[in-house]
Nanobody
């Protein structure tokens, strides 16, 4: 079965940077390369929202609140997706989740990693 594990979340000061990673297991690199990967986040008292997505070809999209600050990327050979977060703001505080969508419609979620932006 497919499993996603996020890492890299921690406490960081406003204006700081973090790099989140999402490693997949239980899947071949070839099959993984055909997925659309997404980064979601959920802040306390708020609904989960899509932050960024990366297609199999590396094309990216971002929600307006993170454009110019966050960069999503993937390394299909390493079966890993990344989220580089720069100029972090307190409102970025949330649990960040990795998501994989397959051609079959199957979706896999990671357990999440906590990002806290505070002085």
């Amino acid at each position: 079965q497919v499993q996603l594990v996020e890492s890299g979340g921690t406490l960081v000061q406003p204006g700081g940077s973090l790099r989140l990673s999402c490693a997949a297991s239980g899947i071949s690199g070839i099959l993984y390369s055909n997925t659309v990967m997404g980064w979601y986040r959920q802040a306390p008292g708020k609904q989960r929202e899509l932050v960024a997505s990366v297609t199999s070809g590396g094309s990216t999209n971002y929600t307006d609140s993170v454009k110019g600050r966050f960069t999503a990327s993937r390394d299909n050979a390493k079966i890993t997706v990344y989220l580089q977060m720069n100029n972090l703001k307190p409102e970025d505080t949330a649990v960040y989740y990795c998501n994989a969508k397959f051609r079959s419609g199957y979706t896999s979620w990671g357990q999440g990693t906590q990002v806290t932006v505070s002085s």
